[in-house]
């Protein structure tokens, strides 16, 4: 039973690089069409959109926040989901309403190149936690952190995921998401059906710990449902796939990825919240569940993972390529430069795995946090079409949930305790509030006192 991981893990890998089309043109590479220049249909994009943003990590964390805090927990994780609605709004504001080719774009025209600046700063930062996190589960489910077989587990998948990615672009991440996504599907079906037939299990399992309002699960539920408005606009993957498609396959892909996605996560969280009901003091969550499922179902449990981290990881790698050759325009658009940018995202992303945090959690609040500078610019310039907010909104906006997220990072590591001995998740809801609030009133004030629409700097 040893083997039988590594050699899932193996197939799938030597399945996707035979999948992965080598892109001849810049076409396929950053933009995904194929040979005849087709864009994708409708289930390729609803599952690209889907597996990517099912990741390792995703699963992981909704599965240990279950396993802490009990159904409501895995709920506030789902919660995030809801972010394909926001999303699909966004897009189709930006794209089909306004015209705008990327939010760049879009931030380009009403805030000149410090919009841009500011942006693709944030989007940067989420890529490379991307790839540092789901790397990370890797490593974790083949050894121990810091071991011989921990370190080369990850360097080979890494190696073979970047091989294929590089291939191929974001054509290959398209065509290898679908192929995942089926067998990620049939994994977790089959994981689910042995845990239902289960006889150590009760539906009663899943209710071990009640609602209170004030417990870390529920303050973590208000926290998603505040973030899920500016959270998409900050995710360059999900941004990527809303300008591919037509917009009636759009709209379609990311309200149905939306129901998908957040079935899959809440069936995942539950075996966390199953763990949690049985789990004696100080057993881990693996450990509970091994003890609980047995050795079959751990093995679906831990492939799901596998299945999930290789499929997010090729789209953070071309969404970077993207970023750097297409967005932010520094440099050509060329096969060459776009593989030479995903292979430094890796290599940025490895050494966060072998020297930085190995809170799971902290990346997504960190990021989601970050992304909250977005939430005015959503309400007043994208859906209200206000065009004379001034700089200095916008900057103030930034700077306030940059500094925010860096404040719930020291609070949540334990560097300080400006915010008092209270839990971290109710920190970061005080944080969430301030910024959403503060923000907002300074794009409010900013459009009451500017008399005509704002200046754009020269690019």
């Given at each position: 039973?040893?083997?039988?991981?590594?050699?899932?893990?193996?197939?799938?890998?030597?399945?996707?690089?035979?999948?992965?089309?080598?892109?001849?043109?810049?076409?396929?590479?950053?933009?995904?069409?194929?040979?005849?220049?087709?864009?994708?249909?409708?289930?390729?994009?609803?599952?690209s959109?889907?597996?990517?943003?099912?990741?390792?990590?995703?699963?992981?964390n909704?599965?240990?926040?279950?396993?802490?805090?009990?159904?409501?927990?895995?709920?506030?994780?789902?919660?995030?989901?809801?972010?394909?609605?926001?999303?699909?709004?966004?897009?189709?504001?930006?794209?089909?309403?306004?015209?705008?080719?990327?939010?760049?774009?879009?931030?380009?025209?009403?805030?000149?190149?410090?919009?841009?600046?500011?942006?693709?700063?944030?989007?940067?930062?989420?890529?490379?936690?991307?790839?540092?996190?789901?790397?990370?589960?890797?490593?974790?489910?083949?050894?121990?952190?810091?071991s011989?077989v921990?370190?080369?587990?990850?360097?080979?998948?890494?190696?073979?995921?970047?091989?294929?990615?590089?291939?191929?672009?974001?054509?290959?991440?398209?065509?290898?998401?679908?192929?995942?996504m089926?067998?990620?599907?049939?994994?977790?079906?089959?994981?689910?059906?042995?845990?239902?037939?289960?006889?150590?299990?009760?539906?009663?399992?899943?209710?071990?710990?009640?609602?209170?309002?004030?417990?870390?699960?529920?303050?973590?539920?208000?926290?998603?449902?505040?973030?899920?408005?500016?959270?998409?606009?900050?995710?360059?993957?999900?941004?990527?796939?809303?300008?591919?498609?037509?917009?009636?396959?759009?709209?379609?892909?990311?309200?149905?990825?939306?129901?998908?996605?957040?079935?899959?996560?809440?069936?995942?969280?539950?075996?966390?919240?199953?763990?949690?009901?049985?789990?004696?003091?100080?057993?881990?969550?693996?450990?509970?569940?091994?003890?609980?499922?047995?050795?079959?179902?751990?093995?679906?449990?831990?492939?799901?993972?596998v299945?999930?981290?290789?499929?997010?990881?090729?789209?953070?790698?071309?969404?970077?390529?993207?970023?750097?050759?297409?967005?932010?325009?520094?440099?050509?658009?060329?096969l060459?430069?776009?593989?030479?940018?995903m292979?430094?995202?890796?290599?940025?992303?490895?050494?966060?795995?072998?020297?930085?945090?190995?809170?799971?959690f902290?990346?997504?609040?960190?990021?989601?946090?970050?992304?909250?500078?977005?939430?005015?610019?959503?309400?007043?310039?994208?859906?209200g079409?206000?065009?004379?907010?001034?700089?200095?909104?916008?900057?103030?906006?930034?700077?306030?949930?940059?500094?925010?997220?860096?404040l719930?990072f020291?609070?949540?590591?334990?560097?300080?305790?400006?915010?008092?001995?209270?839990?971290?998740?109710?920190?970061?809801l005080?944080?969430?509030v301030?910024?959403l609030?503060?923000?907002?009133f300074?794009?409010?004030?900013?459009?009451?006192?500017?008399?005509?629409?704002?200046?754009k700097?020269?690019?």
């Amino acid at each position: 039973m040893d083997y039988v991981l590594p050699a899932f893990a193996g197939v799938i890998a030597l399945a996707s690089v035979l999948l992965s089309p080598r892109a001849e043109s810049e076409g396929a590479f950053y933009l995904g069409v194929n040979a005849s220049g087709q864009k994708p249909g409708l289930l390729t994009l609803t599952f690209s959109q889907v597996t990517t943003w099912i990741f390792a990590r995703s699963l992981m964390n909704a599965a240990i926040l279950g396993f802490y805090y009990g159904i409501w927990g895995t709920l506030a994780y789902a919660f995030y989901y809801f972010s394909f609605l926001t999303g699909g709004k966004i897009v189709d504001s930006l794209r089909f309403e306004q015209g705008f080719n990327s939010v760049q774009d879009f931030l380009r025209e009403r805030f000149g190149r410090w919009g841009t600046a500011c942006y693709n700063f944030v989007i940067a930062i989420r890529l490379v936690s991307e790839v540092f996190a789901n790397v990370l589960v890797i490593g974790i489910l083949f050894g121990v952190a810091g071991s011989t077989v921990y370190t080369w587990t990850i360097l080979v998948f890494s190696a073979i995921t970047l091989f294929y990615s590089m291939l191929g672009g974001l054509r290959a991440s398209l065509r290898t998401d679908v192929f995942q996504m089926v067998i990620f599907l049939g994994t977790l079906v089959l994981l689910i059906a042995l845990v239902v037939f289960n006889h150590n299990i009760t539906l009663g399992d899943l209710a071990s710990k009640p609602f209170v309002f004030d417990q870390p699960g529920p303050v973590l539920m208000l926290v998603a449902l505040l973030q899920i408005w500016s959270y998409p606009m900050h995710d360059p993957v999900m941004m990527d796939r809303g300008f591919l498609a037509d917009r009636k396959t759009t709209r379609k892909s990311f309200q149905h990825a939306a129901w998908i996605s957040i079935i899959c996560i809440v069936a995942f969280g539950c075996l966390g919240v199953l763990a949690g009901a049985h789990a004696v003091k100080g057993a881990s969550m693996n450990a509970t569940l091994m003890q609980l499922l047995g050795t079959i179902p751990m093995l679906l449990f831990n492939a799901a993972l596998v299945i999930s981290a290789m499929s997010t990881l090729d789209s953070a790698l071309s969404s970077s390529a993207k970023l750097l050759a297409v967005d932010m325009g520094i440099m050509k658009m060329s096969l060459r430069n776009g593989r030479a940018v995903m292979a430094a995202f890796m290599l940025l992303g490895l050494l966060l795995v072998f020297w930085g945090n190995k809170d799971l959690f902290s990346a997504v609040a960190v990021s989601g946090t970050a992304s909250l500078y977005l939430a005015p610019v959503i309400f007043f310039s994208l859906w209200g079409k206000r065009t004379n907010i001034p700089l200095w909104s916008y900057l103030f906006s930034f700077v306030l949930a940059i500094a925010a997220a860096a404040l719930y990072f020291t609070e949540s590591s334990g560097y300080s305790h400006l915010l008092g001995d209270a839990h971290k998740y109710t920190k970061l809801l005080y944080l969430t509030v301030a910024v959403l609030g503060l923000g907002c009133f300074g794009f409010w004030f900013g459009g009451k006192t500017s008399a005509r629409p704002v200046e754009k700097e020269a690019v």
